[in-house]
């Protein structure tokens, strides 16, 4: 890809502005396992889920639980890819770029847990899941500027991708990184977002028990 887009439309250098989407990309990799094995595996075979759900925790907190323990599990494991991109891409980030950008990563797999989450309380087949989840990362993948900035798309979807909340983090980061400006919208609307949606999926589960 850099030899084909050397710099962005803002003369940024492709390298430089893909990384924090190689960072999403690694880190939805690690999260997604984690997040199907704590939503289907423990509620259908290990019957962990359900033991869990007959404990005096509400089930907004154990949603709230198991997606930001995901979340972070997923950061912690991520670390090394990350240092090892950073090598071979011969880059190097200042301490604060390092906040902001694992900030950022811990919104977007709440986000990338919570639609995960979804998905695997939604059916019972395995087959479906994971075929709905490919689906949806790929579409995650190529409409939040995780490799290719918007100005290659069409102007008729550009608007509507930048409505996502993979979107908003995404432009949040580089907003601050590349521009210095802590955009509040970018930020805090996908934060709202990940909360409501846990709280979504609090109900989803608390049907699918009550079945």
Known sequence: MNNIIMETMDNISYEDWVFPGLVMIINTIIIAPI???DFYYSRLESKTLVTLSLTPLSKFQI?????????????????LPFFILLYLMEL??????????????????IIIGNALATLSLSSN??????????????????????????????ASIIDIFNLLPTTMILNW?????FEGVFNINSFFIP????FVWLYINSILIKRVFSQ
Do not use: D
């Open 63 to 79: 949603i709230s639980y198991l997606i930001i323990s995901a979340t972070v599990e997923g950061l912690v494991l991520s670390l």
């Open 191 to 194: 934060l709202a977002i990940g």
């Open 35 to 37: 997040i199907f094995r």
């Open 173 to 177: 980061y580089r907003s601050v990184e």
């Open 92 to 109: 190097a980030i200042g301490i604060t770029s390092f906040i902001y950008i694992i900030l950022a990563a811990f919104i977007f797999n």
């Open 125 to 154: 087949k395995i087959n479906t899941i994971l075929v709905s989840a490919s689906i949806m990362l790929l579409f995650i993948f190529y409409s939040s500027q995780l490799l290719i900035e918007f100005e290659f798309y069409p």
